[in-house]
């Protein structure tokens, strides 16, 4: 009975330590807080992005007008140095503040796949660790609100490759 009793005893103990283990594991590799917000205050009520301004509306309403792409299904890509300023591929790049960025198109892109990553606009090296964040740029059919930050969580001047797919 004892040595039925000792070996229960032990997988128990083994089955405890190695719950433990992978349940500290899960908990160290959450954040230890939480990033700071550093989103001006204006652009918070408005979904976290800064308010468009005149000269956006005026350069999506003459890109709509161009009708560059009438095409079913188009990708475009678009490479954006950390200033801002289009490295190339498509698109019109405006930059509002520290990481916003919005870049615009000659087509509506509302329904559009957004993907972005950080990434330099030159061929060498690697890229500083950052994030990234798209989403459809409020107001603005033809645009694309990105967002950079550094690794952390504090909005930066981060260069970034950005693909639009429509269908």
């Known amino acids: 009975m004892t040595t039925s009793f000792r070996r229960k005893a032990a997988a128990i103990t ?6 433990t283990l992978a349940g500290g594991g899960i908990a160290v590799a959450q954040p230890a807080a939480k990033a700071p917000d550093a989103v001006q205050p204006a652009a918070r009520a408005n979904g976290g ?18 009708g560059v792409s009438t095409l079913a299904a188009s990708t475009s890509i678009t ?4 200033n801002g300023t289009k490295a190339r591929g498509a698109g019109t790049v ?3 503040g520290v990481g916003q960025y919005e870049v615009q ?14 990434g330099r606009p030159d061929s060498c090296c690697i890229p500083a660790g950052g994030e990234v964040a ?8 033809n645009g694309v609100f ?4 550094n690794s952390a969580g504090v ?4 260069p970034f490759h950005l693909v639009v797919h429509t269908s």
Do not use: H, M
């Open 14 to 19: 083994f089955a405890v330590l190695g719950l």
């Open 146 to 149: 990105v967002q950079t930050r």
């Open 105 to 118: 198109y000659g087509y509506v892109v509302t329904g559009a796949v957004y993907v972005a990553t950080i």
């Open 94 to 96: 405006i930059k509002y």
């Open 49 to 66: 992005q800064p308010p468009v301004s005149a000269e956006s509306a005026r350069l999506s309403r003459a890109a709509l007008k161009s």
């Open 79 to 82: 490479v954006v140095n950390a």
């Open 134 to 141: 798209v989403a459809p740029r409020l107001l603005t059919p």
């Open 155 to 158: 909005a930066a001047d981060l």
